[in-house]
C-alpha cells in the first residue's frame, strides 16, 4: 500500500507531465489579422495602386498550427513587418504608378485597374487544408486562415510588356524590381505564405498564362517548402520560388503556384527578393490597345512561431 506522501508525489508528477505535454503541442504563432479590434494594420486601411511601404503588426494566436485559435492579443515581445518595393524597372506605368504597386487589380476599366485595399483577406480558396502551413514545425496545410489572416496585396502590371512588344514565349522572363521584407527585431524561421502568383489573358480565344516568380537574396538563407500547389517548386539552391511550366491561372490548385515556405535560420531580420513575371508561352497577347489593364495579383503573408 503507497503512503500517502508517494501518492501525492505521482499526482504532482503526473500533472507536471500534462502540463509538460500540452505546451509541447501548443504551438502558437504570430500572425496578421485586421477585425476591427485587433488590427495589424492601424484603420483606415487605404486603397492603391501605391508604392509606398506596408507596415504591419502581429498579433498572437494560440494554438494557432491548428487553426484552434480565434482569438488574437497583443504579443508580449511586439514584433512588426515592412514590405516594400525598391529597383523597380517600370517607373513610368499610366494609371498604374509603378509596375509593382500595392492595392490594385485587374478589372476596373480596358485601361486602368481596379483600386482595391492595401492589405486584405481576399484570399484564395484551400478547401483541401493542404496549401497553406503556420508553423515549421506544424502539422501540414493547417493554421493559415483564408478568412481570418490578412495579407498584403501586390500587383504586376503587364502594361509595360505590352507597350514594349515583349515577347512571350515560355522562356520569356522579365526583371520588375526587388520585394524588401524588413523585422523590427530579429525572428527565427519565418514562414511566408503566398496566394495566387498566376494570371491569365483570353483574346478572342487565345490565353496567355503569366506568373510572379520570386529570388530570395539574402545571403545565407534558403527555403523550405512546407506545402503547397505542385504549380510551386523550389530551384535546386532552394533560393528561387517558381511556377512550373505548366499551363498558368490565376486558381490556387489549379494553375496558380501558391504554398508556405519557411526562411531558414535565427535572427531574421531582413528579408530581399528579386521580383520577375515569367510566361507559359501560350498564344495569347499581354493585352490590347483598348484592353491595358492586366497583370499578376496576388498576397504574401507571413507567420512567426511564437518567439
Known amino acids: ?11 504532482c508528477f ?5 502540463l509538460t505535454t ?6 502558437n504563432t504570430l500572425e496578421f489579422v485586421q477585425d476591427g479590434v485587433n488590427n495589424s494594420y492601424s484603420p483606415p486601411v487605404p ?18 498550427s491548428k487553426d484552434e485559435g480565434i ?5 508580449q515581445t511586439p514584433v512588426s513587418v515592412t514590405f516594400s518595393f525598391d529597383d523597380q524597372t517600370y ?3 499610366p494609371q498604374h504608378v509603378t509596375g509593382m504597386t500595392f492595392g490594385a487589380a485587374s478589372g476596373a476599366s480596358s485601361s486602368q485597374v481596379r483600386s482595391v485595399p492595401v492589405v486584405n483577406n481576399q484570399f484564395f480558396e484551400d478547401s483541401t487544408r493542404s496549401i497553406f502551413t503556420s508553423h515549421p514545425k506544424g502539422e501540414s496545410g493547417r493554421g493559415v486562415n483564408v478568412y481570418n489572416n490578412v495579407g498584403v496585396q501586390v500587383f504586376l502590371s503587364a502594361k509595360p510588356l505590352l507597350t514594349a512588344n515583349a ?4 522562356t520569356s522572363r522579365y526583371y520588375y524590381g526587388k520585394l524588401r521584407v524588413h523585422f523590427s527585431r530579429p525572428v527565427n524561421n519565418p514562414v511566408i505564405s503566398v496566394m495566387g502568383l498566376g494570371a491569365t489573358t483570353n483574346f478572342s480565344g487565345k490565353r496567355l498564362g503569366f506568373a510572379t516568380e520570386l529570388e530570395l537574396q539574402s545571403p545565407g538563407r534558403t527555403l523550405i517548402k512546407l506545402s503547397g500547389s505542385k504549380e510551386l517548386v523550389l530551384d535546386d539552391n532552394k533560393t528561387k520560388i517558381l511556377h512550373t511550366k505548366s499551363s498558368i ?3 490556387c490548385g489549379n494553375g496558380a503556384a501558391c504554398g508556405s515556405l519557411m526562411v531558414t535560420g535565427s535572427d531574421v531580420t531582413s528579408l530581399v527578393f528579386g521580383v520577375y513575371l515569367r510566361t507559359d508561352g501560350g498564344p495569347g497577347v499581354w493585352g490590347t490597345e483598348k484592353v491595358a489593364n492586366s497583370g499578376d495579383m496576388w498576397h504574401i503573408t507571413i507567420t512567426l512561431p511564437e518567439q
Open 91 to 93: 517607373i513610368t506605368v
Open 47 to 64: 486603397k492603391g495602386p501605391t508604392s509606398i511601404p506596408q507596415t504591419l503588426s502581429f498579433f498572437l494566436n494560440s494554438n494557432g
Open 249 to 251: 491561372t490565376g486558381n
Open 71 to 75: 482569438y488574437f492579443q497583443k504579443s
Open 1 to 11: 500500500m503507497l503512503s500517502k506522501q508517494t501518492l501525492i508525489l505521482r499526482v
Open 167 to 170: 515577347p512571350t514565349t515560355d
Open 14 to 18: 503526473l500533472c507536471t507531465t500534462c
Open 22 to 27: 500540452l505546451t509541447a503541442f501548443a504551438q
